[in-house]
């Protein structure tokens, strides 16, 4: 058995948010596919698949052709259990930062459990901090802190590399155990991106309700709680407690736990 699962690369979704430029659509599938990648995933992008971005893809059109087009982040990421953001600068939200390596073995390592995704930001102004809040981890290629825009392809190149580096390590021979229980951790069935924004959409309604701040007013508030979820990464069975507090605080009949059997 090898310690990544065969369909590990299948499972590792790249997501370019708003690209303008078709031609980096397509080298962007490029550098992909020399990695073994193949799931490439679009959101509102301002130019179509054309014969510009056919011929930087050289040959990696089958790429072009099963990306999906989504209207918004959301629904490109939905089913994900880590979304990871990419940052060509040093932000100054405080979300945990890796390195593309440890980016790379994350991403590889929870695919055992599901699906990943890494997003791309737009080539004029990266992802926004909305954006960058739906991510687990942020990630940023230490480059000249001058100069530390790479090209939308050139940065995903980096990453496609490293993920390939590090799931050629993770091949037959070296331990023969499946990652989860190599590095000792049960598995377990983290919350997808919608599981989560379903969380923060009822906090946020929860908390108006109840009279705390004004979570309108209070974007702050909202992302400190982000964070604190993103840290903690909260499994299904944690989300559905959560919920069940949230409808329990805004009074709903449904939520009262049945009174345990007394003998
Ligand atoms: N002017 C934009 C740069 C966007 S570059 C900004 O300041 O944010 C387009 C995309 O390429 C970025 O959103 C990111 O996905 C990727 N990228 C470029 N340089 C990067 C770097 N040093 N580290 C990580 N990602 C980078």
């Known amino acids: 058995m090898t310690k990544n699962p065969d369909n590990a690369l299948a499972r590792i979704r790249f997501v370019l948010v708003e690209p303008s430029l078709s031609g980096n659509i397509g080298a962007v599938a490029r550098a992909m596919k020399t990695m073994g990648l193949s799931r490439l995933e679009l959101v509102a992008p301002k130019q179509p698949i054309d014969a510009e ?4 893809a050289c040959g990696a059109d089958d790429l072009l052709q099963r990306a999906g087009v989504h209207a918004d982040l959301p629904k ?8 990871i953001g990419t940052s060509a600068r040093r932000r100054t939200l405080d979300w945990e930062t890796l390195e593309p390596p440890e980016t790379a073995r994350k991403l590889l390592a929870e695919t055992a459990e599901g699906e990943v995704a890494l997003l ?4 004029s102004s990266g992802l926004t901090n909305a954006e960058l809040a739906r991510c687990q981890f942020l990630v940023h290629i230490p480059t000249n802190p001058d100069f530390s825009s790479l090209n939308l392809a050139a940065a995903a190149q980096v990453f496609a590399y490293e993920i390939r580096r590090s799931w050629r390590e993770d091949l037959p021979e070296s331990t023969g155990i499946p990652s989860s229980t190599a590095s000792g951790e049960t598995p377990r069935d983290l919350a997808t991106a919608e599981e989560l924004e379903g969380l923060h959409g009822h906090l946020a309604d929860t908390l108006r309700e109840i009279g705390f701040g004004d979570p309108d007013n209070s974007k702050k508030l909202l992302l400190r709680l982000r964070r604190l979820f993103n840290r903690a990464r909260p499994d ?6 959560l919920r069940g ?3 329990a605080a805004q009074g709903r009949k449904s939520a009262t736990r049945p009174t345990p059997p007394t003998d």
């Open 236 to 241: 299904r069975v944690e989300i559905n407690i």
């Open 245 to 247: 507090i949230l409808s």
């Open 76 to 83: 490109a990421i939905a089913d994900c259990r880590l979304v």
């Open 120 to 123: 791309l930001g737009r080539e």
């Open 53 to 56: 971005a056919l011929a930087r």
